[in-house]
């Protein structure tokens, strides 16, 4: 006999028990293999987890309740430690396989290289996607010093990909000159420093399509959210 694990801290609060018959999948990726400066973002998953048992299941500001969303928390994928596209692959292939059975994928990392494998399935599946970003970076560069897979790449790699006028980054404020060149000549919309009220103007736009939302934890000030890989104030 077990206890139930949605008030365990083991996984996500309110995760319903059968994957069956859930709507959404949540999942984690867990993986710092690149990341450049301070690694520990593999614990995230785990973390939010177990902070989650925490949070009240009503929301105030939205007047919704956890209890009338249909989750089933996966638990993380066993990724192998050191070793990124090989990770990159199995996160390629389980987010396949949630998009194939007609669940609705919910990721956590993990650093943010860990998106560009879910944004290649969802391209996959809807091929009119488009690209929410909140990030303190502009993850532009074609490679870290000389490493094409790093954690400072995947929205270069999604905006080649779906194409640059299909992304929409907020909150950006660091990032080499030739990133902020880049994204301006391919009419990538970068918002820098602020995220609501461009975010509001840019939602229209986006009305009728599917987007993919990508969130890096550092798009908040390090004085709120201080525990992340590449800190920016």
Avoid: C
């Amino acid at each position: 006999m077990r206890f139930d694990e949605a008030y365990s801290g083991k996984v996500f609060i309110a995760s319903r028990p059968d994957w069956k018959e859930a709507d959404a999948i949540l999942y984690g990726m867990p993986m710092d293999w690149t990341v450049s400066y301070r690694p520990g973002s593999r614990f995230g998953p785990g973390r939010i987890r177990e902070v989650s048992i925490g949070l009240e299941e009503y929301s105030p500001y939205l007047d919704r309740d956890l209890a009338d969303l249909n989750f089933f928390d996966a638990g993380d994928i066993p990724l192998p430690f050191g070793n990124p596209q090989r990770s990159l692959d199995m996160i390629e292939e389980y987010v396949d396989s949630i998009l194939e059975k007609g669940k609705f994928p919910l990721g956590m990392g993990g650093e943010h290289l860990v998106s560009w494998p879910v944004i290649k399935a969802m391209y996959k599946k809807f091929p009119d996607l488009a690209i929410i970003h909140f990030d303190a970076h502009t993850d532009l560069r074609t490679d870290y010093e000389g490493e094409p897979l790093s954690h400072s790449t995947p929205i270069r790699k999604a905006a080649e990909l779906i194409g640059p006028q299909n992304v929409f980054s907020f909150g950006i404020r660091s990032g080499m000159k030739e990133e902020f060149e880049w994204a301006k000549e391919n009419g990538m919309h970068i918002s820098k420093f602020e995220v609501l009220e461009p975010l509001k103007k840019v939602l229209p736009q986006l009305a009728g399509r599917p987007v993919y939302f990508t969130i890096d934890i550092d798009v908040l000030d390090p004085a709120h959210a201080p525990g992340t890989g590449t800190v920016d104030a």
